[in-house]
C-alpha cells in the first residue's frame, strides 16, 4: 500500500468522516440510528480457505440505537477506475468478513447485516453492475432465486458534484471538491472551508490525517521542484501553497488536463481538449475541430500540454513531438 492510499484510509478512520461520506447517500432517519461514538475499524486481512491472502479497503462495526444486538458493517472501497466485477468482489469481500466473524466467534446466532459502500474518484462514467444478478448469466426461472444475491451503494464523487446539492461543511463533499479541481487557486478556499469545519475539541486527530492526504494529493498533482516540508495540521498546508502559489500552479493544470485526457475515451479526449481550446481562444473552425477528433491518443496528449502555455490556437497545434520526448 502506497503512502497515500494509507493516508486516504487513515482519513476514514474518524466517525465525522465517515459519517458525513455516508450522508452523502443516505437518509438522515438512517443515519441518526448509528452510534457514532461506538464506530470501530474491523479488521480486513482476511485468509480464504486455500491460504490466499485477501485484503480488503476497509470494514467498520457500528452499533445501532434501535436494537442491542444489531451491528452495520461497512466495507469501503475507494477505485479511480471503472471494475466491472465490483459487485463479485464485494460479494467475495462479504462471505470472507462473515467466516472472519464466526471464527473470531463475534456472532452469537444469526450474521449482522453488510453494507457494502463503494467510492469512486474516477472521471470515466461508473457503468459497472451494481447488483451481482447482473453479472449472472440468466437462467431458467426455477434456478433465479438460488443465484447469489448483493447489491452495493455506488457513491461517485463526481457525479455528486456536478448534480450539486452537497451541504457546504460535508466533510466528504469538501475532499472530494479537492480531488476534482483543476486550479490550485481553489485549494486555499476548499482548505479554509475543511479546516473551519473541523475546528475545536475532538478533531485534532482528523486534522493532522487530512493534512497528511492532502499533502500528498497536492505534491502528486503540482509535483514543484522545491522540497517541500511535512506539515501536520490544514493550517500549516494553507501557508505553505499561499506563500509561493505560483510554484504549483503550471504543474497543477498540466496534470489535471492530463488526467481527465488518460481517463476518457478517444471521443471523450477530443471533446475534452475542444472544449478547453474554445474557453480560452473561441470558436474554432470546422477544420480544426476536424483534425482535433481525428487525431490520435499522443497527438491529443502534445496537444493538450501545448495549451498550458500557448498564447495562439497556432502555438498548440506547433508542435507534433511526443510528449515524452
Same mark, same amino acid.
Given at each position: 500500500?502506497?503512502?497515500? *492510499?494509507?493516508?486516504?484510509?487513515?482519513?476514514?478512520?474518524?466517525?465525522?468522516?465517515?459519517? *458525513?461520506?455516508?450522508?452523502?447517500?443516505?437518509?438522515?432517519?438512517?443515519?441518526?440510528?448509528?452510534?457514532?461514538?461506538?464506530l470501530r475499524e474491523v479488521n480486513t486481512q482476511y485468509v480464504a480457505?486455500?491460504?490466499?491472502?485477501?485484503?480488503?479497503? #476497509?470494514?467498520?462495526?457500528?452499533?445501532?440505537?434501535?436494537?442491542?444486538?444489531?451491528?452495520?458493517?461497512?466495507?469501503?472501497?475507494?477505485? =479511480?477506475?471503472?471494475?466491472?466485477?465490483?459487485?463479485?468482489?464485494?460479494?467475495?469481500? !462479504?462471505?470472507?468478513?462473515?467466516?472472519?466473524?464466526?471464527?473470531?466467534?463475534?456472532?452469537?446466532?444469526?450474521?449482522?447485516?453488510?453494507?457494502?459502500?463503494?467510492?469512486?474518484?474516477?472521471?470515466?462514467?461508473?457503468?459497472?453492475?451494481?447488483?451481482?444478478?447482473?453479472?449472472?448469466?440468466? =437462467?431458467?426461472?426455477?434456478? =433465479?432465486?438460488?443465484?447469489?444475491?448483493?447489491?452495493?451503494?455506488?457513491?461517485?464523487?463526481?457525479?455528486?458534484?456536478?448534480?450539486? #446539492?452537497?451541504?457546504?461543511? &460535508?466533510?466528504?463533499?469538501?475532499?472530494?471538491?479537492?480531488?476534482?479541481?483543476?486550479?490550485?487557486?481553489?485549494?486555499?478556499?476548499?482548505?479554509?472551508?475543511?479546516?473551519?469545519?473541523?475546528?475545536?475539541?475532538?478533531?485534532?486527530?482528523? &486534522?493532522?490525517?487530512?493534512?497528511?492526504?492532502?499533502?500528498?494529493?497536492?505534491? =502528486?498533482? !503540482?509535483?514543484?521542484?522545491?522540497?517541500?516540508?511535512?506539515?501536520?495540521?490544514?493550517?500549516?498546508?494553507?501557508?505553505?501553497?499561499?506563500?509561493?502559489?505560483?510554484?504549483?500552479?503550471?504543474?497543477?493544470?498540466?496534470?489535471?488536463?492530463?488526467? #481527465?485526457?488518460?481517463? #476518457?475515451?478517444?471521443?471523450?479526449?477530443?471533446?475534452?481538449?475542444?472544449?478547453?481550446?474554445?474557453?480560452?481562444?473561441?470558436?474554432?473552425?470546422?477544420?480544426?475541430?476536424?483534425?482535433?477528433?481525428?487525431?490520435?491518443?499522443?497527438?491529443?496528449?502534445?496537444?493538450?500540454? &501545448?495549451?498550458?502555455?500557448?498564447?495562439?490556437?497556432?502555438?498548440?497545434?506547433?508542435?507534433?513531438?511526443?510528449?515524452?520526448?
Open positions: 500500500m502506497s503512502e497515500r *492510499d494509507a493516508a486516504y484510509r487513515r482519513v476514514f478512520h474518524h466517525p465525522q468522516m465517515l459519517r *458525513d461520506l455516508l450522508a452523502c447517500v443516505l437518509e438522515a432517519d438512517w443515519l441518526r440510528d448509528l452510534d457514532w461514538a461506538g480457505e486455500r491460504l490466499q491472502r485477501r485484503v480488503g479497503d #476497509g470494514a467498520w462495526k457500528i452499533p445501532r440505537r434501535s436494537g442491542r444486538a444489531l451491528y452495520v458493517l461497512l466495507m469501503l472501497e475507494h477505485q =479511480s477506475r471503472p471494475d466491472a466485477y465490483m459487485a463479485l468482489r464485494m460479494a467475495t469481500y !462479504a462471505g470472507l468478513l462473515y467466516q472472519s466473524l464466526l471464527r473470531q466467534k463475534q456472532v452469537r446466532r444469526l450474521l449482522p447485516p453488510i453494507l457494502p459502500v463503494v467510492l469512486y474518484s474516477g472521471r470515466r462514467p461508473w457503468r459497472a453492475q451494481r447488483d451481482l444478478a447482473g453479472l449472472i448469466e440468466p =437462467s431458467v426461472p426455477d434456478l =433465479s432465486s438460488y443465484q447469489l444475491q448483493l447489491r452495493y451503494v455506488l457513491i461517485d464523487e463526481g457525479a455528486l458534484l456536478r448534480a450539486g #446539492g452537497l451541504p457546504d461543511a &460535508n466533510l466528504a463533499g469538501l475532499l472530494f471538491r479537492l480531488e476534482h479541481s483543476t486550479a490550485i487557486e481553489q485549494i486555499p478556499e476548499i482548505l479554509h472551508t475543511l479546516m473551519d469545519a473541523v475546528q475545536g475539541e475532538g478533531f485534532e486527530e482528523l &486534522n493532522r490525517s487530512l493534512a497528511a492526504y492532502i499533502q500528498h494529493l497536492v505534491l =502528486s498533482r !503540482a509535483q514543484p521542484q522545491e522540497a517541500v516540508p511535512q506539515v501536520t495540521s490544514l493550517q500549516e498546508l494553507v501557508m505553505l501553497i499561499s506563500e509561493k502559489p505560483g510554484m504549483w500552479a503550471r504543474q497543477w493544470k498540466r496534470e489535471g488536463i492530463l488526467e #481527465g485526457l488518460r481517463q #476518457g475515451e478517444l471521443s471523450g479526449q477530443a471533446a475534452l481538449l475542444e472544449r478547453l481550446l474554445i474557453r480560452k481562444f473561441g470558436p474554432l473552425p470546422d477544420t480544426l475541430v476536424q483534425r482535433i477528433h481525428t487525431g490520435s491518443a499522443a497527438e491529443l496528449e502534445v496537444w493538450a500540454l &501545448n495549451f498550458v502555455d500557448a498564447d495562439s490556437i497556432v502555438q498548440v497545434f506547433a508542435s507534433t513531438q511526443s510528449p515524452s520526448s
